[in-house]
């Protein structure tokens, strides 16, 4: 089978294409035919070691995949080959097969397209996560999204909009702004392009003006870096503010801030959740199945690419130029992919 290594530590470009021995499933495991891998930021922050997991290498990044089961082992319930699934990889992703725990893999409705299948776990898992369980969100709440046309901020804009919130949307760029706009976000606004004290204090009150005088309910923050501490200061008293990422680096705060306002910080790690709670886990995967298959939400994939140009895929991540999602496909992977999107 062919698989997208990591052999050094580096960016995208020192990623290779080899040929390895197929992988044969052991007790407990189910060996996936993989369709479609879903590119995730901590892919990365994996090749690079920046990642708080570090596996040994060579490994292939790739977190999320979607595929048709393949083989099962010994003493694995409730799954058969032929299953479609899902299944949460931590690494490994970018291969044409690969074998994992079965409590790992999930069933998908049937009629979802795998690439689809392939970026609907991480990031729609990780915005449920945040905006219901961590988060609370009640129907009529203003919810301000910070990278709001990336892959878990138009998670979190399509999320809190068919839960009935009101939705902000803040992004880098006016085309990101109007790519949140499309799904979804009821209004929004650009980042200032300087740093500086007065930008940020302009950009807080922009952020105040377009959430509306009493604050914004909740923040879904991925993004960190300068907009974190313009964003906090837009917030409700007794908002929550979620932390998510720092895709522009991790902030500094202050602390007086969520005094004045009495409003939550949030730490939102949805892998440690998944593995630690996975009835909890399992039911919001059902809640957003049921989501899906009404037409509420879908994933906005916005650019594919063959295994072999994986590393191209990642560094579109890299260099901020991602709207929504993107996906890898493998060769001759199951023709059950959906209709290019952009």
């Given at each position: 089978?062919?698989v997208?290594?990591?052999?050094?530590?580096?960016?995208?470009?020192?990623?290779t294409?080899?040929?390895m021995p197929?992988?044969?499933?052991?007790?407990g495991?189910?060996?996936?035919?993989?369709?479609a891998?879903g590119?995730n930021?901590?892919?990365?922050?994996?090749?690079?070691?920046?990642?708080?997991a570090?596996p040994?290498?060579p490994?292939?990044?790739g977190?999320?995949?979607?595929?048709?089961?393949?083989a099962?082992g010994?003493?694995v319930e409730g799954?058969?080959?032929?299953?479609?699934?899902i299944?949460r990889t931590?690494?490994?992703?970018?291969a044409?097969?690969?074998?994992l725990?079965?409590?790992?893999?999930t069933?998908?409705p049937?009629?979802?397209?795998l690439?689809?299948a392939?970026v609907?776990l991480?990031t729609?898992?990780?915005?449920?996560?945040?905006?219901?369980?961590?988060?609370?969100?009640?129907a009529?709440?203003t919810v301000l999204?910070l990278?709001a046309?990336g892959?878990?901020g138009?998670?979190?804009v399509?999320?809190?909009?068919a839960?009935?919130?009101?939705?902000?949307?803040?992004?880098?760029s006016?085309d990101?702004?109007a790519?949140?706009r499309e799904?979804?976000?009821?209004d929004?606004?650009v980042?200032p392009?300087?740093?500086?004290?007065e930008?940020?204090r302009?950009?807080?009150r922009?952020?105040?003006g377009a959430?509306g005088?009493?604050?914004?309910d909740?923040i879904?923050?991925?993004?960190?870096?300068?907009?974190?501490e313009?964003?906090l200061?837009a917030?409700?008293?007794?908002g929550?503010?979620l932390?998510?990422?720092?895709t522009?680096g991790?902030?500094?705060?202050?602390l007086n801030?969520?005094l004045?306002k009495s409003?939550?910080?949030?730490g939102?790690?949805?892998?440690?959740f998944?593995t630690?709670?996975?009835a909890?886990?399992?039911?919001?995967?059902r809640?957003l199945?049921?989501?899906?298959?009404s037409?509420?939400?879908?994933p906005?994939i916005?650019a594919r690419?063959?295994?072999?140009?994986g590393?191209?895929?990642?560094?579109?991540?890299?260099d901020?130029?991602?709207?929504?999602k993107?996906v890898?496909?493998?060769?001759?992977s199951?023709?059950?992919?959906s209709?290019a999107d952009?």
């Amino acid at each position: 089978m062919q698989v997208l290594l990591s052999r050094a530590v580096g960016g995208p470009e020192t990623l290779t294409l080899e040929e390895m021995p197929d992988p044969a499933p052991g007790p407990g495991e189910v060996l996936i035919e993989v369709a479609a891998c879903g590119v995730n930021f901590p892919d990365l922050l994996l090749i690079q070691d920046l990642y708080q997991a570090r596996p040994s290498r060579p490994f292939a990044p790739g977190a999320e995949v979607a595929g048709v089961v393949a083989a099962v082992g010994p003493n694995v319930e409730g799954f058969t080959p032929g299953d479609r699934v899902i299944g949460r990889t931590g690494w490994g992703g970018m291969a044409e097969k690969i074998v994992l725990d079965a409590g790992r893999c999930t069933r998908i409705p049937a009629a979802m397209p795998l690439d689809q299948a392939a970026v609907f776990l991480f990031t729609y898992a990780t915005a449920y996560f945040a905006l219901v369980t961590r988060g609370r969100l009640v129907a009529g709440e203003t919810v301000l999204v910070l990278g709001a046309a990336g892959g878990v901020g138009i998670a979190a804009v399509q999320i809190a909009k068919a839960l009935g919130a009101r939705v902000v949307a803040a992004a880098s760029s006016l085309d990101k702004l109007a790519f949140a706009r499309e799904q979804g976000a009821d209004d929004g606004l650009v980042y200032p392009e300087q740093a500086g004290i007065e930008e940020g204090r302009a950009f807080a009150r922009s952020l105040k003006g377009a959430v509306g005088a009493a604050g914004a309910d909740i923040i879904v923050d991925p993004v960190g870096g300068p907009v974190a501490e313009p964003a906090l200061r837009a917030i409700a008293e007794g908002g929550r503010y979620l932390v998510l990422g720092f895709t522009a680096g991790i902030p500094a705060v202050p602390l007086n801030l969520p005094l004045l306002k009495s409003c939550d910080i949030l730490g939102v790690n949805w892998r440690t959740f998944a593995t630690a709670h996975a009835a909890g886990n399992e039911a919001n995967q059902r809640e957003l199945f049921r989501l899906y298959e009404s037409g509420r939400i879908a994933p906005a994939i916005t650019a594919r690419y063959p295994l072999a140009r994986g590393g191209e895929a990642i560094a579109r991540l890299r260099d901020r130029s991602a709207l929504g999602k993107v996906v890898v496909t493998m060769p001759g992977s199951p023709a059950l992919l959906s209709p290019a999107d952009g």
